[in-house]
Structures are given as structure tokens and as C-alpha cells.
């Protein structure tokens, strides 16, 4: 047995100057026979808030080394610290080849080590670290070596030994306080005792709040013994965490270690580990059969055939949102999996997951929009992850969940759906799901001409090319545009959304090549290219034509091209404009068999401010002229050219009263017009008559008669008083006289 005094600790050899403290958790100390009188109000008033009292080396002390004075010290230290309403606990300085591992703790319990939940006492501590005797032999008994002449693996059955004999008597695993560069040297990377509490002794050189490097297996520790010269007396030591768990810690819940919640612990790295030590007992009575254990960050389920699983963080305070194990969710059936997009983690539900990412926060996806989600790549896909947890209420049943780029609606009887991009704007400006298209009945298809994309609605659909913008169209405007190819076909894609507010209740749509109107009771039609700007210069809707009738049809004469008007028509041939017909000018040209007839094509639009109030319209070969009360007739060829020598409808004809009338002697023609008339032949030519000339010439049987058909116009005198006329026979003057050759 040695003969030398109560050991120190390995690292109060080491030393740090000043009194700082670290910024963080609850302050407290270590003492031993070294600080004999400890004024522990005074430490209490310093901010201690626990102790720990040196009771036993080996198997010892202090049974065998002074024993009235160290088992003196140790009670009044132990019970001092207490009376200021300190936590206190006990430690033992490790002896490991003086005897075995059971034979010390036994030792340790006996001797003022053992633990009760009482609330204030903390767990046992096993001090092991440098062997103060190394090379010495004392009273016959060679210590060893720094690692007391064992080897790695020799000690860490040690400390098993000493530890499974601690909770078979106490209750408690103990605490293990060491430094790490000797645990590294002595027993390495020894794996097992990671469930453990770790206490480290490492002193910085100046004011810090890290501990330093851990031993191998430990990835936090619960005390950081920070300095041996102060602020405290002995050493000063800080916890891990807030005065709360400092409690739970001394309160000592214990974990079954062979029932399932106690293997997913220790699988978690027990006390050491994410989840830290238990703060209940194990919890049963959950549905399906389930219990539950809680720890200082977190809790294990377990359920029959689904196994026991941890929660913690973000995660677990999602998944308490929707009502543990009893909400949307049901129980964990995966710890939680990170390494995703972003320093993302996930953990797997029996009915969902939910994410988690740095700077967004964890939520949980279910049902049809988790499928959908999935589908379109999950966190990795265009939507990335969720911002929110699945929303209810919306029209019709439906929910929805939002997403970093975009959301999946859902609704029943439809399905779930994304919108992210221009086209999820164009649908927000329309009122979502309450909106004109209603809910997403496809996720956004792409393949489009130009690089365009376009997605399904209840009630129309959105399209989207780059430089274009996204906009939708529905209803007749829709099937309209459908029937002239959609963005492939003559209109291209939309421009704008529909408009209403036009005359009659009607609304119309820009596309890029033109626009598609409707109205109530007409229905909907486009309008393109010089039809449209044609109409356009008529007022569109609200003009002369109003709404388009028919789309553009074409395939006429010429190549032509005509669109039907609520009141007219417009026509179009290739090199030259387009011009619209309307009212009794077109009547006029179709009884004449519009573009495929005499006439041709229009080359004008209707021209009025005519003599008492009329309107003429040129076309290809001709014209035809409307007056009020008197109606619209044409005029083409010989007989136009001979009634415009004569001043038109301004002359002295008038307007024309007929339109041309063939099938006269020689294959003659004429036309009537408000004063007279205009008789064409072949080989003659076309001319007028009138007044008592024309009346003479009437009553000798026209053409038909002696006279024939007429050669010239009236000629007369400058007064215009007396007027003949030749005719192919002779001649008729405005007095009756009448001469046949």
C-alpha cells in the first residue's frame, strides 16, 4: 500500500493564470483533502452552482491513509456544498492494476460514493487519468507506467468492470473525467463507453468557451474542468447546458440497456451522443401499444413492429406541432438522415417525412402532395424544399404546401399539382384556386415551341415562353384558339390575359400574332395580320363591323382571304390591303357574286360624304355606289368609264338605279341611273341618254328601234339649251326632231 497521501489530480499540475470564466452553462468546483476549510457560502455567492468532494483512491483511501482526517474533510465538503443549495457528487481517483474495476467501485460506494435521486445529488465520478506514481514502488507494489503498465484494451475492460458494478449498485453509469491527450495515449480509440458522461479537464491559455479536443468516442462533454488557479477554489468546472439539466442530470432517469429505446440510445452514442442522458423514465400507454423515453435534447419512441427511433431539434419540434405519435404523422420509423442539399436532414415517418435545412426551418410532407413532391425529385428537384406544412380549407376540400420555388395545391377528385415560375404568377394574379382556372390538374409541361411551357387548369390553362411571360386563357377564347393550333399554330401564344368590359358583355385576348374576341351569343373568333388592322381602323368591336363571326377563312380567289363581321366582312387578297364590305354596298357586291364575281375584290374601304348622303366602295373592276332611298349598285367597264366623263353621281346622270343589264341587241348592255341611263355595245362603245332625247328614243323602241344604239353623249350648245344626239342610225334632238339615215 503506498505509503504517500491522497493523490492530485494528473492536470492540477497544469496550471492558467487570472479568474475568467466561460460565458456559458453553470459554474462549479472540485475539491479534495487539499482544500480542507472551503467558505462555501462565499463560492455559492461567486455563481457555484455544484461540487464535487474527493472520497476514495483504490481501496484505500482514506480508510488506511489518515482516515479521521479525509473522511472528515470529504463529509464536511460534502455536506457543506449542500447546505448552500449546491448539486454535489462524489469521485474516485482510479488505481486500475492495484485491483479490479468491481473490487473499486465497490470500495467507492461504501465509502460515501453511492447516489440517490433526491434531486441534488449528482452521479459518481470515476476519475481516470495520468498515474501520479508512475516508475515508483512503494511498500512493495510498482505502479507502472503513465497507463499504469496496461494495455488499452486491459483498461477499458477496467472501466466496463467498474461501471456495470456502479449501476448495478447506484443505479448510474458514472461520470468519466480524464484529459484527453492521456486517454488518447492509453487507451486510444476504444469504442463502448461513449455512453458515458464525460467530464475534460483542458486548460486554455486565455479566456475561450471550447473545451478543446475530446477523447476518442465522445463527441460532447457534460463538464469542462476549465482551471485549477481560479475563479473557484480547487479546480473550476462549468456544465454543459442550463441550470434545468443540470437538474435532470442529477436526478438520475435511467435507460434500460437491453430493451429497444435503451439499444437506439446506445446506438446514438448514449449520454455522449446527440440525445444527451435521459430526463424521464420509460413512458408507455402511447397508441398501437407504444412507449417513449425523454433526453436532455431530445426522445425515443418505440412501437411494437415499427421499432424505436430518436427525435430531436427542428424535427422533433415539427413533428410535436402535428401531435407526436398521435398526429398526421404517426410514429418515427427512421433516425433522422442528413447529408441532403443544403445541409439538409430528413427523417421518415409512418405516414410522411419531415425535412429540415439550415436557414428554413423542418416541416412535414404527407399524402398526395408528398407523392407529387417526390415525383418532381423532392428537396433536389425544381421546388427544393417545404416552407410550410400542409395548409387546408381552400375551395372544394382542397390544401396546399409551400415550397422554396414554388407550391403543390390538392384537392379531391384532382389530384396534387406544382406551380413554381412565371406561370405560378400569372395563376396568383388570377386568384389561385378561387380564381377563373380553378385548381392544377397537370404539373407544368415543357417542349413547347420557342422553349415554352404550358400547364393544365380546371378551367383553362396557363402558357409560358421566355420574352413572352406567362398568361392564361380558358372558355371560348380556349377552344377558339385550340382550333387554330394553339402557340404552334397562326396566333402563337398569349400576350395578354382576357379582357373584359368590351360592348355587349364581350372580352377579348392578345396572342402574339393577333387576338381573339368574344361576346355572349356570338362566340369566339381571331382576328390577325390586315384583317385585323383593317378592323382595328374601324374601331375593332365597338366600330361600323363590330364583333368577328367567323375566323379568317381563306382559300378564295387569288389566294384571298375574307372574315365575317357581326355587319360585314373583311377581304383580303395577297399584295395589296385588306378592306371591309358592310350594309348595302356588300349586299350589292355579293348578289354580284363578291370576290369571285365582276367585281373582284374591294380595293376601298366605303367611301361616303357623296352628293345627299351617299357612299361608294371601290373594287378590283369597279365600283359600287349607295345612296339613301335610291339603294347600292355597281358600275364596271365601258359603262363606268362613260358615267364618270359625265361627273359620276355629281353629273348629270346621278346615281345608278340598276346595276348592269345585258343580254340587249349585238350584245349590247346598259345600266340605269337616277336621270337616264348608259347603253354599251361592242364595237360602239358606251354612252348616255336623257331627258326628251332619251324619251324621243324610248318611243322608237330604244336599241331595238331605227335608231339603234347611241354613238355619243348628248352634245349641245353652250347655253345648254338645245341638245342632239347621235345614234347609230341618226340623230335625236332634245326638241323631238328626229333624223334617220
Keep these: 500500500m503506498p505509503a504517500a497521501g491522497p493523490t492530485t489530480l494528473g492536470t492540477e499540475s497544469l496550471t492558467t493564470e487570472g479568474t475568467w470564466r466561460p460565458t456559458f452553462g453553470v459554474q462549479g468546483l472540485d475539491v479534495s483533502s487539499h482544500q480542507p476549510s472551503v467558505d462555501w457560502q462565499q463560492q455559492w455567492n461567486m455563481g457555484a452552482r455544484f461540487a464535487y468532494v474527493k472520497a476514495t483512491e483504490g481501496n484505500y483511501y482514506p480508510t488506511e491513509m489518515d482516515n479521521p482526517v479525509y473522511k472528515e474533510t470529504f463529509d464536511s465538503q460534502y455536506a457543506g456544498s449542500r447546505s448552500v443549495g449546491m448539486f454535489r457528487g462524489a ?62 484494451a486491459n ?36 469504442t463502448g463507453l461513449g455512453n458515458y458522461p464525460l467530464w475534460v479537464a483542458n486548460y486554455p491559455d486565455g479566456p475561450s ?127 433522422e438522415i442528413c447529408g441532403l442539399t443544403g445541409g439538409g436532414c430528413y427523417q421518415g415517418f409512418q405516414n410522411g417525412t419531415i425535412h429540415y435545412a439550415p436557414g428554413i426551418g423542418a416541416y412535414a410532407t404527407w399524402g398526395g402532395i408528398r407523392t407529387a413532391w417526390g415525383k418532381l425529385g423532392y428537396e433536389n428537384g425544381k421546388l427544393g424544399y417545404p416552407v410550410t406544412n400542409e395548409i387546408c ?40 384556386e378561387g380564381g377563373k382556372l380553378g385548381y392544377p390538374v397537370t404539373n407544368e409541361i415543357c417542349g413547347l415551341v420557342n422553349g415554352g411551357c404550358y400547364q393544365g387548369f380546371q378551367n383553362g390553362t396557363i402558357h409560358y415562353a421566355p420574352g413572352i411571360g406567362a398568361y392564361a386563357t380558358w372558355g371560348g377564347i380556349r377552344t377558339a384558339w385550340g382550333k387554330l393550333g394553339f402557340e404552334g399554330g397562326k396566333l402563337g401564344y398569349p400576350v395578354t390575359n382576357e379582357i373584359c368590359g368590351l360592348v355587349n358583355g364581350g372580352c377579348y385576348q392578345g396572342f402574339q ?36 363571326v367567323t375566323n379568317e377563312i381563306c382559300g378564295l380567289a387569288g389566294g384571298g382571304c375574307y372574315q365575317g363581321f357581326q355587319n360585314g366582312a373583311i377581304h383580303y387578297i395577297p399584295g395589296s390591303s385588306a378592306y371591309a364590305t358592310w350594309g348595302g354596298i356588300r349586299t350589292a357586291w355579293g348578289k354580284l357574286g363578291y370576290e369571285g364575281g365582276k367585281l373582284g375584290y374591294p380595293l376601298t374601304n366605303e367611301i361616303c360624304g357623296l352628293v345627299n348622303g351617299g357612299c361608294y366602295q371601290g373594287f378590283q373592276n369597279g365600283t359600287i355606289h349607295y345612296s339613301p332611298g335610291i339603294g347600292a349598285y355597281a358600275t364596271t367597264g365601258a359603262i ?85 344626239q347621235k345614234f347609230q342610225h341618226g340623230s335625236v334632238s332634245d326638241t323631238g326632231t328626229v333624223s334617220i339615215r
Design 640 to 724: 363606268r368609264t362613260s358615267w364618270g366623263s359625265l361627273g359620276y353621281e355629281k353629273g348629270r346622270l346621278g346615281y345608278p338605279v340598276t346595276n348592269e343589264i345585258c343580254g340587249l341587241a349585238s350584245g349590247g348592255c346598259y345600266q340605269g341611273f337616277q336621270n337616264g341611263t348608259i347603253h354599251y355595245a361592242p364595237g360602239i362603245g358606251a354612252y348616255a341618254t336623257w331627258g326628251a332625247i332619251r324619251a324621243t328614243w324610248g318611243s322608237l323602241g330604244y336599241e331595238n328601234g331605227k335608231l339603234g344604239y347611241p354613238v355619243e353623249n348628248p352634245r349641245c350648245d353652250a347655253t345648254g339649251a338645245s341638245c342632239t
Design 393 to 432: 380549407g381552400l375551395a372544394d376540400g382542397g390544401c396546399y404546401q409551400g415550397f422554396q420555388n414554388g407550391t403543390i395545391h390538392y384537392a379531391p377528385g384532382i389530384g396534387a399539382y406544382a406551380t413554381w415560375g412565371g406561370i405560378r404568377t400569372a395563376w396568383a394574379n388570377l386568384g389561385f
Design 91 to 152: 469521485y474516485h481517483f482510479a488505481v486500475p492494476n492495484w485491483s479490479s474495476g468491481a473490487d473499486q467501485a465497490r470500495y467507492f460506494v461504501q465509502n460515501g460514493g453511492g447516489w440517490s435521486a433526491d434531486g441534488y445529488t449528482l452521479p459518481p465520478v470515476l476519475d481516470f487519468e495520468f498515474n501520479p506514481y508512475a516508475g515508483r514502488t512503494i511498500s512493495g507494489f510498482y505502479f507502472g507506467d503513465t497507463c499504469y503498465g496496461m494495455s488499452a
Design 155 to 190: 483498461l477499458a475492460s477496467w472501466v466496463r468492470d467498474f461501471g456495470n458494478t456502479m449501476l448495478s449498485l447506484t443505479g448510474r453509469l458514472p461520470v468519466i473525467y480524464t484529459n484527453t491527450s492521456w486517454w488518447n495515449e492509453c487507451l486510444g480509440n476504444v
Design 513 to 548: 400574332n393577333g387576338t381573339i374576341h368574344y361576346a355572349p351569343g356570338i362566340g369566339a373568333y381571331a382576328t390577325s395580320g390586315p384583317v385585323r388592322t383593317t378592323w382595328g381602323s374601324f374601331g375593332y368591336e365597338g366600330g361600323q363591323l363590330g364583333y368577328p
Design 209 to 335: 468557451n471550447d473545451a478543446g479536443p475530446l477523447p476518442a468516442g465522445w463527441s460532447t462533454t457534460s463538464i469542462w474542468q476549465y482551471s485549477s488557479t481560479g475563479p473557484f477554489e480547487g479546480d473550476s468546472n462549468v456544465w454543459n447546458g442550463d441550470y434545468a439539466a443540470l437538474q435532470r442530470f442529477a436526478s438520475g432517469y435511467t435507460v434500460n440497456p437491453l430493451g429497444s429505446i435503451g439499444m437506439a440510445w446506445t446506438a446514438q452514442g448514449g449520454g455522449s451522443g446527440k440525445l444527451g442522458w435521459p430526463v424521464t423514465g420509460e413512458v408507455c400507454g402511447l397508441i398501437n401499444g407504444g412507449c417513449y423515453q425523454g433526453f436532455q435534447n431530445g426522445t425515443i419512441h418505440y412501437a411494437p413492429g415499427i421499432g424505436a427511433y430518436a427525435t430531436w431539434g427542428g424535427i422533433r419540434a415539427a413533428w410535436g406541432k402535428l401531435g407526436y405519435e398521435k398526429g398526421k404523422l404517426g410514429y418515427p420509423v427512421t433516425n
